[in-house]
């Protein structure tokens, strides 16, 4: 498919796929301290205010990650920022009930490119994905870069240039786009339609209906 498969000497680049990384998920309102009288349960507050480093006991799991550093931080620099990889399913709502080709090939063409918060990866056996996955660009990961030197092994894949190249745009879309409330330039009728999709949405105040002994006005 869309990868390439480089020899464990390869240096690290954007776009290789890594499976096994760990993710650490720690609750800032129920951290485990581990002292020298044993354990005892408190808040990342009253941690932080006693200052000083401190030993706690957080859970971890291995997951797929794809390098979001660019190259020449990638070589070169202390750490390497990673984007979690997960079932496409689970990272994208609207693939929940998809089935046919034809919705599979609308949700992978056009919503990738309305979508910005993930990328598109298809399955490949040999790079470990049984199943559609996708990259997470909310979820990211921090290694070492010399401990993930020492980690090539784990490392199953990497983009091919053609998907490399357009995997930078969409990193860089990500990390470079302007939030906006998309609604917000529609008319009174316009956001009528728009609210009748979407119920939740909030009007803006010049997009205020208010009715007046029968009369529609701004």
């Not at 760990?22 to 354990?39: C, H, K, N, Y």
């Not at 997951?63 to 920022?81: E, F, K, M, N």
């Not at 784990?154 to 053609?162: A, C, I, K, S, Y």
Request: negative net charge; charged residues 30%; aromatic residues 12%.
């Amino acid at each position: 498919m869309i990868y390439e498969f480089p020899d464990t000497s390869t240096p690290i680049r954007q776009g290789d796929i890594f499976i096994g990384l760990p993710r650490v998920d720690i609750s800032l309102s129920r951290v485990l301290l581990a002292t020298e009288f044993g354990q005892r349960e408190v808040t990342w507050a009253e941690i932080a205010q006693e200052g000083g480093p401190v030993e706690i006991i957080v859970p971890v799991r291995p997951v797929a990650a794809i390098v979001a550093t660019q190259d020449c931080d990638a070589a070169r620099g202390r750490d390497i920022t990673l984007c979690e990889i997960r079932g496409f399913r689970d990272v994208e709502r609207k693939a929940k009930d998809t089935s046919s080709a034809k919705s599979w090939k609308n949700l992978i063409t056009q919503h990738a490119r309305i979508n910005q918060k993930w990328f598109y990866l298809p399955p490949d056996v040999k790079v470990g994905f049984a199943e559609k996955m996708a990259v997470d660009f909310m979820v990211t990961l921090r290694v070492s870069r010399a401990e993930l030197e020492g980690l090539r092994d784990f490392r199953r894949g990497r983009l091919n240039p053609t998907a490399d190249e357009h995997f930078r745009e969409r990193i860089g879309e990500f990390f470079r786009r302007y939030p906006y409330d998309e609604w917000y330039p529609l008319d009174q009728e316009e956001m009528k339609v728009y609210t009748g999709d979407y119920p939740d949405t909030k009007p803006f105040p010049w997009q205020e209906i208010e009715r007046t002994n029968g009369h529609v006005e701004a």
